[in-house]
């Protein structure tokens, strides 16, 4: 068997345990020894040592957060639109609007008078909801629809969704990143081009066959975040690469689209694609792209069908608290809430500097302090 001369098997397998056991012991206690003997001439310094000890905790508790962190939902989407509720099929509104991404005044605001108009029984967001795709940026999104909204919200994926955990979690939470649904006679296609590079090819195989299917409807309507174009021109390239951009006009003209909503431009553009008419809303809450009056506002749409007809009317949106600012100038007011935003959306970003701040400190300290003690 290879075992050593006058030593059984079992026992030649108990003596290499216990000569394992006492030398892990012996490198053990050495290896301990080493790390405590420079702690224990830190004893003075017992402040400093806590607040290292501190940071270091700190720093690691975000990805345990972020492991541990509940998830808000599950298929939000494909629940939604199981609870789309239309009393005639032939007439019925919806509200669209996109870019919030983190609001809080505009958004609640936007979310409250959605909620009070009782003709619109659902609304759709056009992407770019929250900041980065975290768990908890999800978390504040979905609260505050579950708050102030009393009818199903579809969302669309943005580019700033693809942040932080990307599609991997906004599928666990939302579904599918490009699906569809119909309501009566009318088809309703919502697409992924979150990259703003276009579709992939399963994306593009899916969209036609579903384009096909919708032939035989009144009306095929498109929800992307990226538009096709930029209406505004000239240096303005906030749209989808020019060969994504004509394979799917071409696309959407052969199946003789009804209307095309997108966001990713921070205001309100309106017009027609090569015959195809399109709006673009951009402002739900995220800063505003331009000082244009006629194209950067806060608003939502509100979209009306009936007898197979598509009637878009544009709400303006005012903050929550926008009585507040008579109490402070509006460039207090802005101050002020810069600074809000700032710490809520960057709050890990202001834990890592200040726990970064106390270890310059910490280390700068113990430098000095090794310096002036004597030999």
Same mark, same amino acid.
């Given at each position: 068997? &290879?075992?050593?001369?006058?030593? %059984?098997?079992?026992?030649?397998? !108990?003596?290499?345990?216990?000569?394992?056991?006492?030398?892990?012991?012996? =490198?053990?206690?050495?290896? #301990?020894?080493?790390?405590?003997?420079?702690?224990? &001439?830190? /004893?003075?310094?017992?402040?400093?040592?806590?607040?290292?000890?501190?940071?270091? $905790?700190?720093?690691?508790?975000?990805?345990?957060? &972020?492991?541990?962190?509940?998830?808000?939902?599950?298929?939000?989407?494909?629940?939604? /639109?199981?609870?789309?509720?239309?009393?005639?099929?032939?007439?019925?509104?919806?509200?669209?609007?996109?870019?919030?991404?983190?609001?809080?005044?505009?958004?609640?605001?936007?979310?409250?008078?959605?909620?009070?108009?009782?003709?619109?029984?659902?609304?759709?967001?056009? @992407?770019?909801?929250?900041?980065?795709?975290?768990? *908890?940026?999800?978390?504040?999104?979905?609260?505050?629809? !579950?708050?102030?909204?009393? +009818?199903?919200?579809?969302?669309?994926?943005?580019?700033?969704? $693809?942040? &932080?955990?990307?599609?991997?979690?906004?599928?666990? +939470?939302?579904?599918?990143?490009?699906?569809?649904?119909?309501?009566?006679?009318?088809?309703?296609?919502?697409?992924?081009?979150?990259?703003?590079?276009?579709?992939?090819?399963?994306?593009?195989?899916?969209? *036609?066959?579903?384009?096909?299917?919708?032939?035989?409807?009144?009306?095929?309507?498109?929800?992307?975040?990226?538009?096709?174009?930029?209406?505004?021109?000239?240096?303005?390239?906030?749209?989808?690469?020019?060969? %994504?951009? *004509?394979?799917? #006009?071409?696309?959407?003209?052969?199946?003789? /689209?009804?209307? #095309?909503?997108?966001?990713?431009?921070?205001?309100?553009?309106?017009?027609?694609?090569?015959?195809?008419?399109?709006?673009?809303? @951009?402002?739900?809450?995220?800063?505003?792209?331009?000082?244009?009056?006629?194209?950067?506002?806060?608003?939502?749409?509100?979209?009306? +069908?009936?007898?197979?007809? =598509?009637?878009?009317?544009?709400?303006?949106?005012?903050?929550?608290?926008?009585?507040?600012?008579?109490?402070?100038?509006?460039?207090?007011?802005?101050?002020?809430?810069? #600074?809000?935003?700032?710490?809520?959306?960057?709050?890990?970003?202001?834990? $890592?500097? +200040?726990? @970064?701040?106390?270890?310059?400190?910490?280390?700068?300290? *113990?430098?000095?302090? /090794?310096?002036?003690?004597?030999?």
């Amino acid at each position: 068997m &290879g075992l050593m001369p006058g030593i %059984s098997g079992r026992s030649w397998i !108990r003596t290499l345990y216990d000569f394992l056991r006492i030398h892990h012991e012996k =490198l053990s206690m050495t290896a #301990i020894s080493k790390i405590m003997t420079p702690i224990a &001439g830190t /004893v003075k310094y017992p402040i400093k040592y806590c607040c290292l000890l501190l940071c270091i $905790l700190l720093l690691s508790s975000f990805e345990l957060w &972020g492991h541990f962190y509940p998830s808000p939902a599950h298929n939000w989407n494909i629940a939604k /639109v199981h609870e789309i509720s239309v009393g005639d099929p032939s007439n019925f509104s919806f509200a669209v609007f996109g870019d919030n991404r983190g609001s809080k005044f505009v958004f609640e605001n936007l979310l409250k008078m959605i909620d009070h108009d009782r003709d619109i029984t659902f609304a759709i967001n056009l @992407g770019d909801f929250v900041r980065n795709g975290k768990k *908890e940026k999800y978390d504040y999104f979905l609260n505050q629809v !579950r708050r102030y909204l009393n +009818i199903p919200l579809l969302t669309t994926m943005g580019n700033h969704e $693809l942040g &932080g955990k990307g599609r991997k979690l906004h599928h666990a +939470i939302f579904g599918p990143s490009f699906y569809s649904f119909q309501i009566g006679k009318h088809y309703f296609i919502v697409l992924d081009n979150a990259d703003k590079k276009g579709l992939d090819p399963k994306q593009k195989q899916w969209i *036609e066959k579903e384009l096909e299917m919708a032939m035989s409807y009144n009306s095929r309507i498109i929800f992307m975040h990226v538009p096709l174009y930029d209406p505004r021109g000239g240096r303005h390239h906030h749209c989808l690469p020019k060969e %994504s951009s *004509e394979m799917l #006009i071409t696309l959407f003209m052969k199946y003789s /689209v009804t209307h #095309i909503f997108a966001s990713h431009i921070h205001g309100y553009f309106e017009g027609d694609w090569k015959g195809i008419p399109y709006t673009i809303s @951009g402002g739900a809450g995220a800063k505003l792209a331009g000082d244009d009056p006629d194209h950067y506002f806060f608003h939502f749409l509100k979209a009306h +069908i009936t007898n197979g007809n =598509l009637d878009i009317q544009v709400k303006h949106v005012l903050p929550s608290d926008y009585k507040c600012l008579s109490i402070f100038s509006c460039k207090t007011w802005y101050r002020l809430f810069c #600074i809000y935003t700032f710490f809520r959306t960057y709050g890990e970003l202001t834990l $890592l500097l +200040i726990a @970064g701040g106390l270890t310059a400190v910490i280390y700068r300290s *113990e430098s000095r302090s /090794v310096k002036i003690s004597p030999n």
